[in-house]
Nanobody, 125 residues
Framework: EVQLQAFGGGLVQPGGSLRLSCAAS????????IGWFRQAPGKEREGVSC????????YYADSVKGRFTISRDNAKNTVYLQMNGLKPEDTAVYFC??????????????????WGQGTQVTVSS
């Protein structure tokens, strides 16, 4: 059974940090790029970041560049999203997803084959 489990969300003050984790099982993790998406109430799901299967390439939305860092540990089948300098506009449910193909656009959710449940991130004072 394929599983992607995102965790690490919570309530944080503006300027604070959180580290999200995405733990995977049930598929060959090393073959898949992993992306993070987020969805705020009333808004479309948007791509936040993506890391290639071997970790050699990373991608970020302009809104998070310089503040978020994606990484992966293939030995642990886990991807991380370190989020620093959090802003209220980062408030959303964050999802991780896995894509076998590296030929599409990383920020397009339709390129992804497997999705995990979300974890809530709330940035508020």
């Amino acid at each position: 059974e394929v599983q992607l489990q995102a965790f690490g969300g919570g309530l944080v003050q503006p300027g604070g940090s959180l580290r999200l984790s995405c733990a995977a099982s049930g598929f060959t993790f090393d073959d898949y790029a992993i992306g993070w998406f987020r969805q705020a109430p009333g808004k479309e799901r948007e791509g936040v970041s993506c890391i290639s299967s071997n970790g050699g390439s990373t991608y970020y939305a302009d809104s998070v560049k310089g503040r978020f860092t994606i990484s992966r540990d293939n030995a642990k089948n886990t991807v991380y999203l370190q989020m620093n300098g959090l802003k209220p506009e980062d408030t959303a449910v964050y999802f991780c997803a896995a894509a076998i193909s590296g030929s599409g656009s990383w920020y397009n959710p339709y390129e992804y084959d497997y999705w995990g449940q979300g974890t809530q991130v709330t940035v508020s004072s």
